[in-house]
């Protein structure tokens, strides 16, 4: 089945540092990717919609500089967490679905990353 | 405004007797419902999904019932085991296009053996 990595798993890193998380899918191509939040004791919250090679679409309260999206190949999407504070600590998620699926095929998801900022 | 409702944060259920986790939706465009089943920090795991035009799909344990008119799904799983313990989230999407999914709080499930 699609197989979607997510690295890295678990990051600490100091406020006002910034945070790369990448998002592979490692055996079909990715023309959508997905990015979720979540809170603890909370839903996945969709932060932001990339389609590879234009720009990503956020949601409505999601600050885009301070959430760089690229999604340059077919195969990975990184979500960059700019200038981080205490209270963008979160599990993020990727998902991806792959070229001629549509709404009605289950999306894939990676296994998070942990982000804790101190 | 949550547009997929799970009510129940938790659910307990004896080892071998029926797990059934509910959901509530509101908005009439969505027409692809999922369940997925997620592990502490881990990402959600794709388990069962239903089309708006069928009204239970079944695979293995797991059963997922959909009533439209009540804008109402459920998960079946029976019987029960210790591993199901895990997070379930109810999620849908709308018939259109490239769409995310909308996903519920999601309901913590507890198999006791």
């Known amino acids: 089945g699609a197989v979607v990595s997510q690295h890295p798993s678990r990051v600490i890193c100091k406020s006002g540092t910034s945070v790369k998380i990448e998002c592979r899918s490692l055996?079909?191509?990715?023309?959508?990717m997905f990015w979720y939040r979540q809170f603890p004791k909370q839903s996945l919250m969709l932060m932001a919609t990339?389609?590879?090679?234009?720009?990503?679409?956020?949601e409505q309260g999601v600050e885009k500089d301070k959430f760089l999206i690229n999604h340059a190949s077919l195969t990975l999407s990184t979500l960059t967490v700019t200038s981080a504070h205490p209270e963008d600590s979160s599990f993020y998620i990727c998902?991806?679905?792959?070229?001629?699926?549509?709404?009605?095929?289950?999306?894939?998801f990676g296994n998070g990353t942990r982000l804790t900022v101190t | 405004d949550q547009q997929v409702k799970q009510n129940s944060p938790s659910l307990s259920v004896q080892e071998g007797r029926i797990s059934i986790l509910n959901c509530d939706y509101t908005?009439?465009?969505?027409?692809?419902f999922l369940w997925y089943k997620k592990y502490p920090a881990e990402g959600p795991t794709f388990l069962i999904s239903i089309s708006s035009i069928k009204d239970k799909n079944e695979d293995g344990r797991f059963t997922v019932f959909l009533n439209k008119s009540a804008k109402h799904l459920s998960l079946h799983i029976v019987p029960s085991q210790p591993g199901d313990s895990a997070v379930y989230f109810c999620a849908a999407s709308p018939n259109s296009g490239n769409t995310p999914l909308v996903f519920g709080k999601g309901t913590r499930l507890s198999v006791i053996a």
């Open positions: 990339s389609n590879e090679g234009s720009k990503a679409t956020y």
């Open positions: 908005n009439s465009m969505f027409d692809y």
């Open positions: 055996d079909f191509q990715a023309t959508t």
């Open positions: 998902s991806a679905r792959g070229r001629g699926t549509g709404y009605n095929s289950p999306l894939h």
